[in-house]
């Protein structure tokens, strides 16, 4: 994938099922879709990781899908699950939003308020991913949220102003460009931008794993993905589905 491959094309909807079921579909009936970025003022199954919902009121936020064809090896999807989060994490910046943390595996924290989250999927050819949709859910402008396990806030909570979702998209989508890039020729070392930005690194958190709540510390990420935590003194690695965030 070189930079001719970020020649962006739009696909805006008022409404659909989510950008991610839209953009596989995409894949699945037409051969030149790279580059492709769907966007929908409303999602009516807006998908989250592991089958959750992501709540969004219309026209509020961004959501968002990028069909990219990586060209990684298989066991780089969990780097370029990273690599996004790292995106978003630098872009937050960008607009100068403070106290952002990324949250294992690609939820982005501000102030440990959720204000955005990732999906991506992948379909793998051989021994390659050859494409990738990258599903983002973005917090822009609403401002008020259900309830769930982590409170959630939004770009127009922390910088107490409207943003402009379409040159808020055009934004993230630049730095996306750049870090992919750089990341593909070596100059970016994903692991170890991620790991500065951790929620909870080397941090006393409550967590519950199948044997029920503990106080753990995260020591870092596996190549693949599973999260490593000192649970009572041992070294314990964790799927996102075996390990539940308490604070």
């Known amino acids: 994938m070189d930079s001719s491959d970020f020649n962006f094309k739009f696909t805006r909807l008022s409404s659909l099922q989510s950008t991610n079921i839209y953009a596989l579909e995409l894949l699945r009936h037409k051969k030149d879709v790279t580059g492709t970025v769907i966007v929908s003022d409303f999602q009516t199954k807006g998908k989250g990781q592991h089958g959750k919902i992501w709540e969004s009121k219309k026209g509020k936020n961004l959501q968002f899908s990028i069909i990219i064809s990586p060209k990684l090896a298989v066991e780089k999807q969990f780097e370029l699950s990273q690599l996004v989060a790292i995106c978003l994490r630098q872009w937050l910046d960008s607009m100068s939003v403070t106290e952002v943390q990324i949250k294992w595996p ?125 649970k009572n003194g041992k070294l314990k690695s964790y799927d996102i589905k075996q390990l539940q965030f308490l604070d």
């Open 106 to 230: 690609n939820d982005i924290l501000v102030n440990g308020k959720k204000i955005a989250g990732v999906l991506i999927e992948n379909s793998i050819q051989g021994q390659e991913i050859s494409h990738s949709v990258i599903g983002i859910g973005l917090n822009v402008n609403q401002v008020g949220f259900s309830m769930f396990s982590r409170l959630a806030t939004s770009l127009k909570n922390e910088l107490n102003e409207h943003v402009d979702r379409d040159l808020a998209l055009t934004s993230f989508l630049k730095i996306f460009k750049l870090k992919f890039l750089k990341y593909k020729s070596g100059q970016l070392d994903v692991g170890q931008n991620y790991l500065t930005y951790l929620f909870g690194l080397g941090t006393p958190q409550r967590y519950a794993d199948d044997q029920g709540e503990f106080l753990g510390v995260i020591l870092g990420v596996q190549p693949n993905g599973k999260l490593q935590v000192n």
